[in-house]
């Protein structure tokens, strides 16, 4: 009895707790958008039950809607991009792009800051050469000053930790467990004239339908709020990018999905940048992509380094954040079919 209780309680939480908060999102949009019509808000029910085949679905598409000023058919909502898409499109291997040591591995490609890893207890170079604990400060040292260690598994800004030659202490690296080391990036002056404390993020979403071949859907560009020293899902600031020109989107969103069009300390205006090298940057992650087509799906996050260097920070595969681009340049994936999935 207190076993079926509990599993009760567990499903409620899962039903329920997902939408609740998503609710909220849609309450701190509608104070810069005016409340969604209830006429909106009938399409979405209607389409989330009879396209995607359960009213759970419609809570994102109340917030896209609100966001788009009107409903959209084709728009996938995140939580039937986790429960059903990301499923299907990448099964299980959707686990690997986690795994940050693996980066050489999969694509062997200069783009990577990466430096080393630490992989079960073990170090080893770029090249996975082993490297003992004593040559490892000199190996990341050799021509950089600062480097970045980032867990496996991390992700929202969590499992990243900053070191130079002094404050380096191998017995704390190994309590870390699995990860990468990788350089500092000195980012470019588009970026620092934002903010220069933490190095924004290009996300870049690219897919690969059933014959291998790769295609960018959306792009959004993640600023620090100021203070930070790395981006923070909590408190970064996101720009819509155009996925054919790079430009910067005139309104950006607060964490809370609360509008603004300028950079709340230098008052800058996000309106008329353009994303440096943009063209290159997406034939870039596509010609990636297209080394691991077994994944359906890849958020890629992306800079340009302060002497026009692309360099890819990570690759996310698996429940990849898609809300910000559906909203504000969807439907990004209308033509794959995906909602036939559930069947």
């Known amino acids: 009895m207190i076993r079926s209780i509990k599993k009760v309680m567990e499903l409620n939480r899962y039903h ?10 849609l309450r701190n949009i509608e104070k810069d958008q ?10 979405c029910n209607e389409y989330a039950i009879e396209i995607l085949g359960h009213k759970k679905y419609a809570y994102w598409l109340y917030v896209y809607s609100a966001i788009a000023g009107g409903f959209k058919e084709g728009w996938i909502p995140d939580r039937y991009f986790k429960d059903v898409v990301i499923p299907k499109i990448d099964g299980d291997y959707r686990a690997l792009g986690k795994h940050k040591s693996l980066n050489n591995f999969f694509f062997n490609h200069n783009s990577f800051p990466d430096l080393a890893s ?10 996975y050469k082993h490297v003992s604990p004593i040559d490892l400060k000199n190996l990341l040292f050799k021509e950089v000053d600062d480097i970045v260690f980032k867990e496996d598994s991390s992700m929202r800004g969590r499992g ?6 002094k404050n380096f202490d191998i017995t704390k690296i190994k309590k870390l467990g699995n990860g990468i080391f990788q350089r500092k990036i000195d980012q470019h002056d588009l970026f620092k004239k934002f903010t220069d404390n933490s190095v924004a993020t290009l996300r870049i979403t690219t897919v690969t339908n059933n014959l291998g071949e790769a295609s960018a859907r959306a792009s959004y560009l993640r600023l620090g709020s100021g203070s930070e020293t790395y981006l923070q899902s909590e408190s970064n600031i996101r ?3 155009d996925i054919k020109s790079g430009d910067f989107s005139e309104i950006a969103y607060l964490a809370n999905w609360r509008a603004i069009s300028e950079y709340p ?9 353009t994303i440096p090298l943009f063209n290159q940057c997406i034939e870039l992650v596509l010609d990636l992509h297209t080394k691991v087509p077994f994944i359906g ?25 898609i809300t910000l681009t ?6 990004c994936f209308a033509d794959l079919g995906w909602e036939k999935l559930r069947n």
Do not use: C, Y
Not at 267 to 273: A, V
């Open 265 to 273: 300390i230098s008052k800058l205006s996000f309106k008329g940048n």
């Open 34 to 43: 005016g409340k969604l019509s209830s006429h909106t808000i009938k399409l």
């Open 326 to 331: 559906e909203a504000t340049q969807g439907p």
């Open 118 to 127: 630490q992989m079960n207890g073990v170090f080893f170079n770029k090249n």
């Open 239 to 241: 720009i819509p990018i």
């Open 16 to 25: 329920w707790n997902p939408n609740n908060r998503v609710m909220k999102t």
């Open 297 to 321: 799906l890849i958020g890629w996050d992306v800079i340009i380094d302060a002497n026009d260097n692309i360099m890819i920070m990570e690759w996310n595969s698996g429940h990849t954040g």
């Open 160 to 165: 990243i930790h900053f070191f130079n030659r």
